[in-house]
């Protein structure tokens, strides 16, 4: 049997509930790798939070525990996630701790409703550069942020005002020795964690942030060394129920807001990263209602215990790829080493420097802000490289949701623009102003519209054809103006003709005799141009013959209008 036969095996038996075999020896042996790489991030995302360290252990333990065993996604990991760091320290800054637990339990069920409703996918319908913008908006101020720590310093507050603080930042380390290590702790890991896969042999395999860890405890241990080190307490005491007066507080405007923030970005970033591990194997697809039920019962729980908000997390997701997990029991088992760690040992995390989990955070920040993905989008799509670039200034000028929200708005407005390609052109000709258009006319297009059609009223012509049969799409706004102006045109006492899309009609088919009026009017409209919807892309044309019959000819007061066969100017042969 091909490799392909198998996994095509795999993905049914997945499907048909049985799930693909499981090699216990490969799982246990990927749920430590994961491990390893989740307790820094953990630890750090935490700290990068504002919050003890305790409740990012505690927010691992449910992302393996809890939402490692729902049905959904199977190898992907979920944990407290750096992309999530600003928006929680933000929050954390104007509610208080305590509200995080609401805050998180509320979007936690809204995740499960929104499962339930089946609107998992509605997620994958936003454009990639909002998603690349925001990603970039997380990690560029996650990155400025963690730089402080990294220095033994505290932030100021804003990205503006972490990135204006810079300057001061490098003096006052060079200044102080012990923040120099600190931050030659930092740097060390950072370089770690971009060459370390680079090197030759099974080396490799080993996290990069648990060897800067191990280098870090070493040197924090040296005398004479006085850098600041991770305080963990007992992880039972740190868990926060919310209570009545937390619950009060979904009377705020504010509380809500960020409700709605947290569910849309946390499953957003959970869904994008489903996607992303779909890429990196070949075993069952992810299937995104239940996985947003799943992140939201992780959540709920998350929430109860006054924890972090959990998304699902690339890099230990990647890194349960590339072990060789094939089930859901690796990603399960890894908060369960997680949990037995910070039970058992809580006295070694307490010799990790703050400045190594800087580092790491530094990276992750890095990584997502993903730099190359700018020029990359430049030679792609330019319109597309402006909405992602504006997303990720605006997010890192305002807030995460006032960015997000403007670059959906940016998106938008360049995917209506872009469905609203017209062309309008205009040539005078002896005793007619002609106006031709072509493509979809919007509302979008209206203003020139206007302008082409005031032209062609200002020529001073005692004829104007307005020829609309290349346009595929009319919408409402447009074909009013066009109504308006045709009938104050012809209130003027000027011929106006009219050629409308819509299907074509065989030359010879009979049409009924116009009914007599007093006099004849000075205006040929072609084929009943507003009898048939706009929009279907197909010219009308004008009745070879108008009589009512094959034999009978016009009624005395019917007038003829004969098509202008002569050929177009050079300038509509693209047309």
Not at 284 to 296: D, F, K, S, V
Request: hydrophobic letters at 50%; one cysteine or more.
């Amino acid at each position: 049997m091909n490799k392909t036969a198998k996994t095509d095996k795999a993905a049914r038996s997945d499907k048909n509930g049985k799930g693909p075999k499981v090699d216990l020896a490969t799982e246990i042996t990927a749920s430590l790798v994961v491990f390893l790489v989740a307790l820094p991030l953990c630890i750090g995302v935490a700290v990068a939070s504002g919050v003890p360290a305790e409740l990012g252990i505690i927010s691992g333990v449910i992302g393996g525990l809890v939402v490692g065993a729902a049905r959904g996604s199977t190898l992907q990991v979920s944990g407290p996630a750096a992309g999530l760091a600003a928006l929680v320290a933000e929050t954390v800054l104007e509610h208080g701790v305590a509200m995080l637990g609401v805050i998180v339990l509320g979007s936690g069920i809204l995740q499960i409703v929104l499962g339930l409703v089946r609107l998992g996918r509605i997620f994958q319908a936003i454009s990639l550069a909002v998603v690349q913008g925001m990603l970039a908006g997380i990690g560029l101020p996650l990155m400025f942020s963690q730089l402080y720590p990294m220095s033994d310093s505290k932030a100021p507050g804003t990205p503006i005002e972490n990135m204006a603080g810079l300057p001061g930042l490098i003096a006052d380390t060079f200044a102080d020795p012990q923040a120099l290590i600190a931050a030659g702790l930092g740097v060390v890991t950072i370089v770690l964690s971009f060459l370390w896969k680079k090197l030759p042999g099974p080396v490799k395999k080993v996290p990069a942030a648990l060897v800067a860890v191990g280098i870090g405890i070493g040197v924090a241990s040296l005398p004479g060394v006085d850098v600041k080190t991770l305080q963990v307490g007992n992880l039972l005491a740190s868990v926060n129920v919310p209570g009545p007066t937390e619950f009060a507080g979904l009377a705020d405007v504010g509380i809500i807001t960020a409700i709605l923030t947290f569910t849309v970005i946390a499953s957003a970033e959970s869904l994008f990263t489903a996607a992303a591990v779909d890429r990196m194997h070949s075993g069952p697809r992810t299937r995104y209602n239940p996985e947003l039920i799943a992140q939201g019962a992780g959540n709920t729980v998350a929430g109860l215990l006054g924890a972090l908000p959990i998304t699902a997390v690339v890099a230990r997701s990647s890194a349960n790829v590339q072990a060789g997990a094939k089930t859901r029991l690796s990603r399960t088992l890894h908060g369960l080493w997680l949990l037995a760690f910070a039970l058992l040992l809580p006295q070694v995390l307490a010799l990790i420097p703050i400045a190594v989990l800087a580092g790491v955070l530094v990276h992750s920040g890095w990584k997502l802000f993903a730099p190359e993905e700018f020029p990359k989008m430049w030679r792609q799509d330019r319109g597309e490289f402006a909405v992602m670039t504006l997303t990720t200034l605006v997010i890192v000028a305002t807030a995460l949701l006032e960015g997000v929200l403007f670059g959906l708005a940016a998106g938008i407005v360049l995917a209506a623009l872009r469905m609203s390609q017209t062309v309008i052109k205009q040539h005078l000709e002896e005793d007619t102003a002609k106006v031709v258009m072509a493509g979809n006319a919007t509302f979008l297009r209206l203003p020139q519209l206007i302008e082409a059609l005031e032209a062609a009223a200002e020529a001073g012509k005692p004829r104007i054809r307005l020829d609309l049969t290349g346009v595929t799409h009319l919408d409402h706004a447009c074909r009013n103006q066009v109504e308006e102006f045709v009938a104050q045109q012809r209130g003027f006492g000027l011929r106006v003709e009219l050629l409308m899309p819509g299907p074509a009609k065989p030359v010879g088919t009979p049409a009924p005799s116009p009914a007599p009026s007093p006099a004849p009017s000075p205006v040929a409209d072609l084929a009943d141009e507003w009898d048939r919807p706009a929009g279907t892309g197909l010219p009308r044309r004008p009745y070879a013959s108008t009589g009512a019959g094959p034999t009978q000819g016009p009624g005395p007061t019917a007038e003829w209008f004969y098509l202008d066969t002569r050929p177009m100017p050079e300038e509509y042969a693209s047309r």
